[in-house]
């Protein structure tokens, strides 16, 4: 297996691509991490979320801080990984937020999943205003990756 | 869609079927995402790395705090996340950690996939003893998660 760190334009393009992965925030050097769907547009990361989570979103309001993991295994000698450092920037429903989350709206509508439910338990049920929606986005300060194949690179190049 | 809280012996299920996922540590507040293969023994989830990522390795023994994250997308209906918190604990080359290492390498070796590399980018191989391998373990404190069906799991047991 060949190991080599992606380019800022490769670590772009999968982002392009891909539209599940998972977020991790802290509060109190406690980490926690949320599988969420995301659109990636320029230096951004639009996501989308209830106040079910609503713990997350305080610990993110409270430490803007978060990294943001995407990746590809097809074996296990093939597969790549996209690493973000970034900040939490909420998109409340104010009027000077309006474009934003209009902007996030666009995109997130075609790639609904989390935030479909029919039903929700009962647990999550009980508790009020569970389904209000929380738009939110995630701006990149700096992006990394690895990929991984069974051919070396170098020799690929090559020939 | 209907989602549901999966209890702690369905989480523990998923999490012994599995075997890849994503530990996230903290330091200064700022979390990190890393993909890595794992396996799951009683109440403790071993792992594996390089000191290639030593960084993060640094981040662990500063603050043992993390969380580790696996999920099953199947479709956009049909999903599964388990979540955990717990803590680093290393598991040195010292003789009082040689049964807890040896039992973390008979799991692991079953499952290499990161720790294969045969070649390592030049970036990398630049940096000394970036292949000394460090065992550690993630005790588990708490362990939650949500499933996710077509159908509604509260129709199905009445029939």
């Keep these: ?3 080599r760190e992606m ?3 490769e670590c772009r393009e999968a982002l392009a ?12 050097n406690q980490p926690y991490i949320l599988p969420m769907n995301y ?15 609503g713990q997350k979103v305080e610990w993110m309001r409270s430490n803007p801080l ?10 296990r000698d093939q597969w790549s990984s996209v690493i973000i450092f970034g900040q939490y920037e909420e998109l409340p429903d104010q009027p000077e937020f309006e474009a934003a989350r ?3 709206y666009a995109h997130l509508q075609q790639r609904a999943m989390w935030w479909e ?11 009020p205003h569970s ?3 929380i738009f939110f986005r995630i701006k990149i300060d700096k992006i990394t990756g690895h990929s991984a194949s069974a051919i070396n690179p170098e020799d690929a190049t090559k020939t």
Tied chains: 1, 2.
């Design 66 to 75: 978060v990294s943001f993991e995407i990746d590809d295994v097809v074996s």
């Design 17 to 28: 691509h891909a539209h599940f992965g998972r977020l991790a925030c802290a509060y109190n």
């Design 7 to 9: 380019s800022v334009p």
């Design 131 to 133: 389904l209000t929606p």
């Design 102 to 104: 209009n902007r996030a």
């Design 1 to 3: 297996m060949f190991i």
């Design 39 to 53: 659109a990636a547009d320029g230096n951004y990361l639009y996501l989308y979320t209830f106040t079910t989570f």
């Design 117 to 127: 439910p029919a039903y929700i338990s009962q647990a999550h049920r009980e508790t």
